[in-house]
Nanobody
Framework: VQLQASGGGLVQPGGSLRLSCTAS????????IGWFRQAPGKEREGVSC????????YYSDSVKGRFTISRDNAKDTVYLQMGSLKSEDTAVYYC?????????????????WGQGTQVTVSS
């Protein structure tokens, strides 16, 4: 599956953005989808993931209560709604697909990656 992340941009602190992850070559329905981010000089960090089937969602402590992950099966798209954005949320955000039985926040468990979209939170 080939993934594409979009929706990044420049936003002021406290603002919102919605990222989208779309696919070609296969449907996202078959995969656990994770969102990761990487800031300059830092390791890639798992932000959120959503299971296939029941759509159970998981969040890192750093974004819990501010970000929401969701699936739109009709559009074959996974969204990451980001709110109350902070400067420390600035990073390149990636979506990734995992063909496995359980959700994971580890980047090594995901085989397919999109190209990333830049999110900059700044006044």
């Amino acid at each position: 599956v080939q993934l594409q992340a979009s929706g990044g941009g420049l936003v002021q602190p406290g603002g919102s953005l919605r990222l989208s992850c779309t696919a070609s070559g296969s449907s996202l329905d078959y995969y656990i989808i994770g969102w990761f981010r990487q800031a300059p000089g830092k390791e890639r960090e798992g932000v959120s993931c959503i299971s296939k089937g029941d759509g159970a969602a998981y969040y890192s402590d750093s974004v819990k209560g501010r970000f929401t992950i969701s699936r739109d099966n009709a559009k074959d798209t996974v969204y990451l709604q980001m709110g109350s954005l902070k400067s420390e949320d600035t990073a390149v955000y990636y979506c990734a697909a995992r063909d496995g039985p359980y959700a994971s926040s580890s980047s090594t468990d995901y085989a397919s990656w999109g190209q990333g979209t830049q999110v900059t939170v700044s006044s």
